[in-house]
């Protein structure tokens, strides 16, 4: 049973040798991961620890706001860094999931090192926690936080030090953790959010227009879904073409947008399919038999109409440890009334479907 009183007075003295007198840049995505492990540097090391929350152009609607509203008595000293542009126009235009996220990677870590340099910090605190690592060494899929675990020589290729104090929790007990830091509850609470944020939920070519129907999908996602307290929860948006094919009696339509699964323990990227659903606690059966075929995702349609480029596909699980996870059974008003602000809100969006596939074997997130 993890007792997080005890997992503070157990690291707090380590983190103070470790540091010395040296200054801490603390990477905060608002997500509840990186701001705890910066609550809790800051709380233990003081003014020595500098929260740096970098504005990707990746969060979710108004989130670099709202991140610093909420952490404005837990973290006083949080500085919001806009680079936004940047990042958008490097990665634009690119397609592969493994070939974003590494992009992401390199400049999210380039930015950091200048931020290094310019607040004469030596180490660098992240919220790594272990789900990251596992995947990541499990070759599922590149997590842009693990870093030391693969190999990387963080010193050598960037100059800093990392300090990964969460690296052998979950995310329950990073919750727990947070909780007994007094974290605001908006954000202990907070929705798992994967630090390159939008950007693997905006699945395939990234472009600026899909990029903005995702931030405005997932806002009303997130509306209608945060009373039901499902592990996470979220839109993701992809390009509507593909065929139809017809998989051991079942009719499907397979997009040509691919997505990330997991089978074997092995990472896998294959198709996204589309069924009708009269019922999606139902669901199952279908997606059993069509994940036998290059498929890691399968959707249930609610609700289309007749033009638009964009699919919208909601995903929401429960889950413990994020290892494994079911999809949620949401009621079916509630998606009705999701889909349908969807079709009338966002312009070039032709559809919105409903993730039934488990974790195994899809992965939580698409990308």
Avoid at 24 to 33: P, R, T
Avoid at 99 to 117: C, D, G, H, N, W
Avoid at 126 to 131: D, E
Avoid at 220 to 247: C, H, M, R, T, W
């Amino acid at each position: 049973m993890f007792d997080p009183a005890s997992f503070v007075e157990e690291i707090g003295p380590q983190l103070k040798q470790k540091v010395g007198n040296e200054r801490v840049l603390a990477a905060v995505s608002g997500g509840v991961d990186s701001t705890t492990a910066a609550v809790l540097a800051y709380n233990l090391l003081g003014n020595k620890v500098i929260p740096v929350l970098i504005d990707t152009g990746f969060l979710r609607k108004n989130e670099a706001e709202k991140i610093k509203a909420y952490l404005s008595n837990v973290l006083p000293n949080l500085i919001v860094v806009d680079e936004r542009e940047t990042f958008i126009s490097e990665i634009e235009g690119m397609e592969e999931a493994e070939a974003k996220r590494k992009k992401f990677r390199e400049l999210f870590y380039s930015t950091i090192s200048l931020l290094m340099r310019k607040f004469n910090a030596k180490y660098l605190m992240q919220g790594t926690i272990a789900a990251d690592w596992v995947e990541t060494q499990g070759g599922i899929k590149t997590q842009h936080n693990v870093l030391v675990q693969i190999g990387i020589d963080t010193e050598k290729e960037w100059g800093f030090t990392l300090i990964e104090p969460l690296a052998d929790l979950y995310k329950n007990e990073v919750r727990e953790l947070a909780r007994y830091l007094k974290l605001p509850k908006e954000i202990s609470e907070r929705q798992p959010f994967p630090g390159p944020g939008l950007l693997v939920r905006t699945i395939g070519k990234l472009t600026r227009e899909k990029l903005e129907v995702v931030r405005e999908a997932n806002d009303i996602v997130e509306k209608y879904l945060d009373p039901f307290n499902y592990s996470q929860y979220f839109a993701v948006s992809f390009e509507s073409d593909g065929n139809f094919v017809n998989l051991d009696g079942i009719d499907a339509f397979l997009y040509k947008a691919r997505a990330t699964g997991v089978k074997g323990d092995v990472r896998a990227y294959g198709n996204i399919a589309k069924i009708e659903c009269s019922d999606i606690n139902a669901a199952k059966s279908f997606v059993d038999t069509l994940v036998k075929y290059d498929i890691t995702h399968v959707l249930c349609s609610l609700d289309e109409r007749g033009n638009g480029k964009y699919s919208i596909a909601i995903r929401a699980v429960i889950t413990e440890d994020f290892m494994t996870a079911d999809y949620a059974r949401i009621p079916k008003e509630v998606l009705e009334k999701i889909s349908s602000e969807i079709l009338q809100k966002i312009p070039n969006v032709k559809e919105v479907l409903y993730d039934v596939t488990s974790k195994p074997p899809a992965t939580i997130e698409f990308e």
